[in-house]
């Protein structure tokens, strides 16, 4: 049977002057990648305009899931964008469903009102405006319907990810370090790409053996090998804290916002168990000079840093009543440890910490190698101030031209609501250039000199003698500083003293670079090289 092609709807001229604009949207990118939704719902849109003898003028296509904030999608916060930057204009905006104008029940009144204010016309292919009190009845019972189905689709989601979850696979988007693979066995599966064995893995391993002595020398590596990008490492600290924490990286699965407490996962772990549990005690500082323990004691500065030389467990601080006062000991507390509760003096161990101290100041021959490196890294700094100062320059120039186009859209407005919208994005763009020019006039009136000759006294003075530097802490910044200077705790033997220690890894680095002797040696600024990559920088 045929169809007799429509005639031209609009042949009173009741839409003369205005231009469609199709706003399509599906709800994930595969089914943007893998499906032809957005196509056909701009096909039906541009055939409705064809027929209504409304011209075309652009396209918005959003690739967005869920209901709440309309301006979360992009492509809608583009559109209304557009609108304003064109107010001179008569504008159609057509979609071929009420769902995809919204799905929740709220924001569907609140869009429809943002486009109410800039005079926009609206046009749904599959329901008709009507601004009546049985309209808006109608409108909202389908809202709520579109609302209901949303919530409905995002429970029997949220089942089927929770259940993989407990079957013990990733059920979301990929890993850092990871990509989302098909296999026959396990359906969709993580596995191990590049990225994560070359870059990830090392940091993460580095900052657990103290190759890394903190998370921004970390996230410095990260950056230099490409993982992160565009930015500087110190804006990385939050997200390298993500990745110690999660256990995924050591071969598990948890999700406790769906209460999926930690179990063993399918994928392969990038990390080994212990690795992860060291990386928490660093985190966590229990045993990286963080926080010390609430009964700590100035007369037992170590506290929590010496382990028992026969058995590795932590010696605790303790007095002893003399008959006219008291005495300070160290104790081993592990039951069978030979030196179960044998008292060690507190004076002794710290007479022989103070020699060791005393015995790791860098020889005066090196400095000029310390100054090099100081200054490399300083210009390094300064060149990061100076480019955000440029960066900032840029964003003032950008947001002075915003403020000047929304004056002028402001002007030609043609409702007192479009204008006060207008005037209310003035005044929101004109805080926050005050805000960013306000902080680059606090950054040049900073006299980079002085800070600069501060920390190289300081740095200078503590590679010099640690020793003097320790006198003059308070308990809790000796703590922090124990960690700069030994990669571990220290294990005391109340026969044989202090057992052979480990000197920080500035120690070391220097020392060697200057044994080299070589013109050839590269700086490694001051991320600490691991062992190996030593080894070849001095040709060992």
């Given at each position: 049977?045929?169809?007799?092609?429509?005639?031209?709807?609009?042949?009173?001229?009741?839409?003369?002057?205005?231009?469609?604009?199709?706003?399509?949207?599906?709800?994930?990118?595969?089914?943007?990648?893998?499906?032809?939704?957005?196509?056909?719902?701009?096909?039906?849109?541009?055939?409705?305009?064809?027929?209504?003898?409304?011209?075309?003028?652009?396209?918005?296509?959003?690739?967005?899931?869920?209901?709440?904030?309309?301006?979360?999608?992009?492509?809608?916060?583009?559109?209304?964008?557009?609108?304003?930057?064109?107010?001179?204009?008569?504008?159609?905006?057509?979609?071929?469903?009420?769902?995809?104008?919204?799905?929740?029940?709220?924001?569907?009144?609140?869009?429809?009102?943002?486009?109410?204010?800039?005079?926009?016309?609206?046009?749904?292919?599959?329901?008709?405006?009507?601004?009546?009190?049985?309209?808006?009845?109608?409108?909202?019972?389908?809202?709520?319907?579109?609302?209901?189905?949303?919530?409905?689709?995002?429970?029997?989601?949220?089942?089927?990810?929770?259940?993989?979850?407990?079957?013990?696979?990733?059920?979301?988007?990929?890993?850092?370090?990871?990509?989302?693979?098909?296999?026959?066995?396990?359906?969709?599966?993580?596995?191990?790409?590049?990225?994560?064995?070359?870059?990830?893995?090392?940091?993460?391993?580095?900052?657990?053996?103290?190759?890394?002595?903190?998370?921004?020398?970390?996230?410095?590596?990260?950056?230099?090998?490409?993982?992160?990008?565009?930015?500087?490492?110190?804006?990385?600290?939050?997200?390298?804290?993500?990745?110690?924490?999660?256990?995924?990286?050591?071969?598990?699965?948890?999700?406790?916002?769906?209460?999926?407490?930690?179990?063993?996962?399918?994928?392969?772990?990038?990390?080994?168990?212990?690795?992860?549990?060291?990386?928490?005690?660093?985190?966590?500082?229990?045993?990286?000079?963080?926080?010390?323990?609430?009964?700590?004691?100035?007369?037992?500065?170590?506290?929590?840093?010496?382990?028992?030389?026969?058995?590795?467990?932590?010696?605790?601080?303790?007095?002893?009543?003399?008959?006219?006062?008291?005495?300070?000991?160290?104790?081993?507390?592990?039951?069978?440890?030979?030196?179960?509760?044998?008292?060690?003096?507190?004076?002794?161990?710290?007479?022989?910490?103070?020699?060791?101290?005393?015995?790791?100041?860098?020889?005066?021959?090196?400095?000029?190698?310390?100054?090099?490196?100081?200054?490399?890294?300083?210009?390094?700094?300064?060149?990061?101030?100076?480019?955000?100062?440029?960066?900032?320059?840029?964003?003032?120039?950008?947001?002075?031209?915003?403020?000047?186009?929304?004056?002028?859209?402001?002007?030609?407005?043609?409702?007192?609501?479009?204008?006060?919208?207008?005037?209310?994005?003035?005044?929101?763009?004109?805080?926050?250039?005050?805000?960013?020019?306000?902080?680059?006039?606090?950054?040049?009136?900073?006299?980079?000199?002085?800070?600069?000759?501060?920390?190289?006294?300081?740095?200078?003075?503590?590679?010099?003698?640690?020793?003097?530097?320790?006198?003059?802490?308070?308990?809790?910044?000796?703590?922090?500083?124990?960690?700069?200077?030994?990669?571990?705790?220290?294990?005391?033997?109340?026969?044989?003293?202090?057992?052979?220690?480990?000197?920080?890894?500035?120690?070391?680095?220097?020392?060697?670079?200057?044994?080299?002797?070589?013109?050839?040696?590269?700086?490694g600024g001051i991320e600490p090289p691991c062992k190996k990559e030593i080894s070849q920088r001095l040709h060992i």
């Amino acid at each position: 049977m045929s169809h007799a092609k429509r005639q031209p709807k609009n042949t009173n001229n009741t839409l003369e002057g205005f231009e469609g604009i199709v706003y399509c949207r599906v709800s994930s990118k595969k089914q943007e990648n893998e499906g032809s939704g957005l196509e056909s719902q701009e096909g039906r849109c541009l055939k409705e305009l064809d027929y209504l003898q409304v011209p075309h003028l652009k396209t918005f296509k959003d690739s967005f899931t869920g209901g709440g904030d309309f301006m979360e999608r992009p492509a809608m916060r583009s559109l209304l964008e557009y609108i304003d930057k064109n107010p001179h204009k008569k504008i159609m905006v057509i979609f071929d469903d009420l769902k995809r104008f919204a799905r929740d029940t709220e924001f569907h009144f609140k869009l429809r009102s943002t486009f109410r204010i800039r005079e926009v016309m609206l046009k749904c292919l599959n329901y008709n405006f009507v601004d009546t009190p049985e309209g808006e009845f109608s409108e909202t019972i389908f809202a709520a319907q579109a609302q209901l189905e949303r919530k409905q689709n995002k429970r029997q989601v949220i089942q089927k990810q929770r259940s993989r979850l407990e079957l013990g696979y990733w059920a979301f988007g990929s890993k850092k370090g990871y990509q989302m693979t098909k296999s026959k066995i396990h359906g969709t599966i993580s596995i191990v790409n590049d990225e994560g064995l070359e870059m990830l893995k090392p940091a993460l391993e580095g900052f657990s053996n103290g190759i890394f002595i903190n998370k921004v020398e970390a996230c410095r590596f990260l950056v230099e090998k490409g993982f992160w990008k565009k930015q500087s490492p110190d804006k990385y600290i939050d997200r390298f804290a993500k990745l110690l924490r999660d256990p995924f990286y050591a071969g598990y699965i948890e999700y406790p916002k769906w209460e999926v407490e930690r179990r063993s996962g399918n994928h392969k772990a990038l990390i080994s168990v212990e690795t992860f549990e060291r990386n928490q005690k660093r985190l966590d500082r229990k045993s990286s000079g963080g926080l010390p323990r609430v009964d700590r004691s100035e007369d037992f500065p170590l506290r929590n840093l010496l382990l028992c030389g026969d058995c590795d467990n932590h010696l605790t601080g303790a007095y002893s009543g003399g008959r006219n006062k008291r005495y300070g000991y160290y104790i081993c507390q592990k039951k069978g440890c030979p030196s179960y509760r044998k008292s060690m003096s507190a004076i002794s161990i710290h007479s022989e910490f103070d020699l060791l101290l005393k015995d790791l100041g860098l020889q005066e021959d090196i400095f000029p190698l310390v100054q090099k490196v100081f200054d490399r890294v300083w210009a390094r700094e300064m060149k990061s101030v100076k480019k955000d100062e440029d960066n900032g320059n840029d964003i003032i120039r950008v947001l002075e031209k915003k403020i000047d186009d929304v004056m002028d859209m402001a002007l030609n407005a043609r409702s007192e609501g479009l204008r006060s919208t207008y005037e209310h994005k003035i005044e929101s763009l004109g805080n926050e250039l005050r805000s960013l020019q306000n902080k680059q006039a606090t950054t040049k009136n900073i006299d980079f000199d002085i800070p600069y000759r501060t920390a190289l006294e300081k740095s200078m003075t503590m590679l010099k003698s640690p020793y003097k530097i320790w006198t003059s802490l308070t308990f809790d910044e000796k703590h922090k500083l124990f960690y700069f200077i030994f990669q571990e705790k220290l294990r005391y033997s109340r026969t044989e003293g202090y057992r052979t220690t480990k000197s920080c890894c500035y120690i070391r680095l220097f020392e060697q670079f200057d044994a080299s002797n070589s013109p050839h040696v590269e700086m490694g600024g001051i991320e600490p090289p691991c062992k190996k990559e030593i080894s070849q920088r001095l040709h060992i």
